[in-house]
């Protein structure tokens, strides 16, 4: 934690603090926040040490080691709110639920107080969502890019969950829009390869490979140009059509047989990279995040711990 704040106060050195310039400018560039490279580190690392805090607070007894494991996960939250990045919060969130979840043996007798806890995630999202357009809060700038229905807009459901309705809904959507109108490109080696370089190439190695070569990714049919996240199928089919979404599937499947066979169920770290893999399974719905640097390091990393786990790990 020591290590991550002072890579964190570097970096706000360097770039300012969104959550500080929103609250004295009423504005903020959280899009291109960060500098390179360390903010990678900072939200892998925030991430890893925020599902491994909650898994060893699931595991022990001892209260006061309780609260300190506790105090250490909530101090990996605070950072994406400074950072401003919903999806982030996002990832820590719903992986604690997942760990929460392996713990419980009557998963059906905790399902109600998880809905609530979700159901609250996802309000705070749409909060942080209207604040981030920089609009009076009471103007719900997506109800009308999501072109809301008058029925949802009298209804006493809180405008807030309309964030996460278009977010959910809106991939898919994308999908099948570019399903029905785009004309993929012509199957070879060359399409191969794009496949290979944009869909499961992290983009800090694509964008330098993209710049030598000169190719530009194909850009997808949008039903709304604000919503540009078409699930981890899309780019695969602009590719190589169907073949493309079915070599997806196939490394996916491929990514998540090895990664997990490669750790023993024994290791301290086996429940946080299980976590981790179901994450990217989760948000691959939304986006591709095989090329995403916030999560796809996070289960090699937990695999590179595990190898040297005698070193790394100490028993609490």
Known sequence: MVYLYALLLIEFIFTGCPLVSYITTGKTNYIDFGLPIIHVLLISGFTMMALFSFYSFQSIIDKKKKKSLIKICIGCLFPFVLFFNRGGLMFILVGITLIYLMNVKKVTSKLCGVIIGGLLVLYIFGVMGDARTDLEPDQHFILELGKATDGFRDSAIPKEYFWSYIYIASPIGNLQHNIDYSEPQE???????????????????????????????????????????????????????????????????FFITVTIGLISKKSPYYVCLLTSVNLITIFNLFDNMFVFMGLIPVPFLWLLLDKFKNYTFKKI
């Not at 080696?189 to 000169?214: A, D, H, M």
């Not at 709304?224 to 059509?241: E, I, Q």
């Open 187 to 253: 199957y070879g080696l060359s399409n191969l390869g794009e496949l290979f370089l944009f869909e499961f190439t992290p983009t800090i190695f694509s964008k330098r490979i993209n710049e030598l070569l000169g190719i530009e990714k194909k850009k997808p049919l949008l039903v709304l140009p604000a919503l540009n996240v078409s699930s981890v199928y899309n780019g695969s089919f602009l590719c190589m059509g169907w073949y493309g979404i079915i070599l997806n599937y196939i490394v996916y499947i």
